[in-house]
């Protein structure tokens, strides 16, 4: 069973930075992608940005230039560098890995971690 486990989440004036841990139970370079999503009050869950297992990064417009998402596959780490937070990027952040079994993605998620950013 894979776990994943979020950390840095926090209250943070606007303007300012957080940095978002993911440790997964088993290796990540078994993961086709990694991504953080985040689900605001009211609204439904979005994709915020993704990593593929070659590097490769996606991002949502609205996060574009501000937010950072590596990966360590050494340490088994997602990782997401927020910078210049707005208060509409508050939401509970979640971390997903996928992988493919028998030609179907299987998706993980994690617990969630409340980000705020006050105006």
């Known amino acids: 069973q894979v776990q994943l486990v979020e950390s840095g989440g926090g209250l943070v004036q606007a303007g300012g930075s957080l940095k978002l841990s993911c440790v997964a139970s088993?290796?990540?370079?078994?993961?086709?992608?990694m991504g953080w999503y985040r689900q605001a009050p009211g609204k439904q869950r979005e994709s915020v940005a993704t990593?593929?297992?070659?590097?490769?990064?996606n991002y949502a417009d609205s996060v574009k230039g501000r937010f950072t998402i590596s990966r360590d596959n050494a340490k088994n780490l997602l990782y997401l560098q927020m910078n210049s937070l707005k208060p509409e990027d508050t939401a509970v952040y979640y971390c997903?890995?996928?992988?493919?079994?028998?030609?179907?993605?299987?998706?993980?998620w994690g617990q969630g971690t409340q980000v705020t950013v006050s105006s």
């Open positions: 997903n890995a996928k992988r493919l079994s028998t030609g179907s993605v299987v998706n993980y």
């Open positions: 088993t290796s990540i370079a078994s993961f086709v992608a």
């Open positions: 990593i593929s297992s070659g590097g490769s990064t």
